[in-house]
């Protein structure tokens, strides 16, 4: 059962036993969960080295039963772990310490859209691909694209401020949530904005929420923005010879294609990897440091064709950065069937390391302008830690997000690479400091990098957070011990 031991099971299904009579008027018994299985399964995400210890598994399928559910967990002195689609990569749905699991898989009826608002009101646990959907069946755009995106859930993806591979053109969610509603960690229900674009009456609150890991509210409604629908686009894949020239190359892509949505890097490991275990061809005759995926739209938003965004103009464009050296050899999607084989290269790094590789998974950003430096230092600075460990990355370059991959080597025992891997966070995060950079760009804090946050965060700042949190949350219930040191709180 996922590397938990059979006492722990015990001790698991013992715990439950105790703790779910005290929320049996609260929801109806299918709706309570004390199985060990379903304890194992909803008490982590996909960070499965650590051991989830929940004390019981609960469904509610509205505001009310949250607000309940809060109340008397303050009462009976029970943390609570919100759970969404559990697609997080730092521990931050991981219930550690007997909390209550909060799971909002079952609160997704609710998607109503408005064409005159432009709006999507949503219930925490509708999908973001069912959501995508809606929007696009009414012809109108919610621009969230990640690889996740069929099991991820709205209120999770709110809670981490979740970007994906289009940021560099539509930005994180946190730009389309127009109002939220949440439960706060005194059981109070509060509506923050509702479907408003102008209300300028005070602290903006709901921003507060977006990104803060359900450690100060737990988000039980969702009103989004929408927008129109970006029109054709072509897929095109380059090839660099030197990392210096990746920042060029975004610089002159933003100038010769005014419509660029896509800028994806990843190295000639990442691409052996993915080649290798899927026994595909490369899109190369040679081989490269690195890659940059583009996607470049063929019009603009209100229909107009713009000279520079016809196939021919863009043929032209990538000829030019040919011609100025910054790019090496280029690929041009021709059809369908082809573009989503470019973008396979890049979708399938993830899920076939985690897979087919011992892997310790790290993501980070740091200025755009500091991150061919910081892909040219990484292989010293590991070095300088451990020779065998090797190293792939990847990730959206165009918003100065990368994922680091430490990747154990056939001569390495597991012992040896888990202590590697410790010891290269360290020297990894501090050359992330030197750059002004961050420890965690999109996956969040959770428990895995919260003991690393001093290499970002000032004293000052957690020291406003934990007040901020005292004040939402003054029993400390919500999501304790993520995001805010507990000798803060």
Not at 85 to 107: C, D, I, P
Not at 132 to 152: Q, R, Y
Not at 218 to 224: K, N, P, S, Y
Request: include cysteine; proline fraction near 4%; hydrophobic fraction near 35%.
């Amino acid at each position: 059962m996922s590397g938990v031991s059979s006492q722990k099971i015990q001790e698991l299904s013992s715990l439950s036993q105790k703790v779910a009579p005290l929320f049996s008027h609260i929801l109806p018994l299918d709706r309570i969960r004390t199985g060990a299985d379903d304890l194992i399964k909803y008490g982590r995400d996909w960070r499965t080295e650590l051991t989830p210890n929940p004390s019981l598994i609960l469904f509610p399928v509205s505001i009310i039963e949250v607000q309940e559910i809060v109340r008397k967990c303050i009462t009976e002195n029970l943390g609570i772990v919100p759970s969404g689609g559990r697609t997080g990569l730092s521990g931050g749905a991981t219930a550690t310490k007997g909390e209550v699991v909060l799971s909002f898989e079952k609160f997704n009826k609710k998607a109503i859209l408005s064409k005159i608002d432009r709006t999507l009101t949503l219930d925490p646990g509708v999908t973001t691909e069912r959501a995508i959907n809606v929007a696009k069946e009414a012809g109108l755009h919610l621009p969230l694209d990640f690889a996740a995106k069929g099991s991820a859930q709205i209120g999770g993806n709110i809670a981490t401020n979740v970007g994906g591979i289009k940021v560099i053109k539509w930005g994180n969610i946190r730009r389309w949530v127009l109002g939220l509603t949440i439960v706060t960690g005194t059981g109070e229900i509060v509506r923050l904005n509702g479907a408003l674009y102008k209300n300028q009456t005070g602290y903006d609150l709901r921003n507060l929420i977006i990104g803060s890991e359900g450690t100060l509210g737990l988000i039980v409604e969702a009103i989004l923005t929408l927008t129109t629908p970006p029109g054709p686009e072509e897929r095109v894949l380059c090839a660099i010879a030197d990392y210096q020239d990746i920042p060029r190359l975004l610089e002159r892509c933003r100038d010769i294609f005014p419509s660029l949505s896509l800028f994806e890097f990843f190295d000639s490991f990442c691409l052996d990897v993915v080649t290798e275990s899927h026994g595909i061809s490369s899109p190369f005759p040679e081989k490269y440091p690195g890659y940059v995926l583009l996607d470049i739209e063929t019009n603009t938003s209100s229909g107009v064709t713009c000279t520079s965004t016809t196939l021919s103009g863009i043929e032209e464009g990538l000829s030019q950065l040919l011609e100025e050296g910054i790019i090496c050899d280029v690929v041009i999607a021709q059809g369908s069937k082809q573009k989503q084989e470019l973008l396979n290269y890049r979708e399938r790094i993830s899920e076939t390391l985690s897979s087919g590789y011992s892997i310790h998974k790290n993501d980070i950003s740091v200025p755009l302008s500091t991150l061919s430096e910081f892909i040219q230092k990484l292989p010293r600075v590991l070095s300088q830690v451990d020779s065998r460990l090797e190293v792939g990355i990847f990730g959206h370059f165009g918003d100065g997000n990368l994922h680091v991959n430490y990747v154990k080597s056939s001569s390495m025992k597991d012992v040896d690479f888990v202590e590697s891997c410790k010891s290269a966070d360290e020297a990894v995060y501090s050359l992330i400091q030197s750059l002004g950079g961050s420890i965690s760009a999109e996956h969040g804090v959770g428990l895995l990098k919260l003991p690393y946050l001093s290499y970002t965060q000032s004293k000052i700042e957690s020291a406003l957070m934990a007040d901020i949190k005292r004040t939402f949350d003054p029993h400390g219930i919500l999501n304790p011990g993520k995001m805010i040191p507990s000798s803060l709180f």
